[in-house]
């Protein structure tokens, strides 16, 4: 990938925050849906 093609990608930051469960589950899914 040239360094043009990166300055021109979208991105998102997602932070999952909380005592309870369901953080690293969320973060997961996240990344496999993003990984299509």
Not at 8 to 29: D, L, M, R
């Amino acid at each position: 990938m040239a360094f043009e093609d990166f300055k021109q990608k979208k991105s998102i930051v997602v932070v999952f925050t909380g005592e309870n469960k369901g953080k690293t589950s969320a973060s997961i899914g996240l990344m496999c849906r993003a990984l299509g």
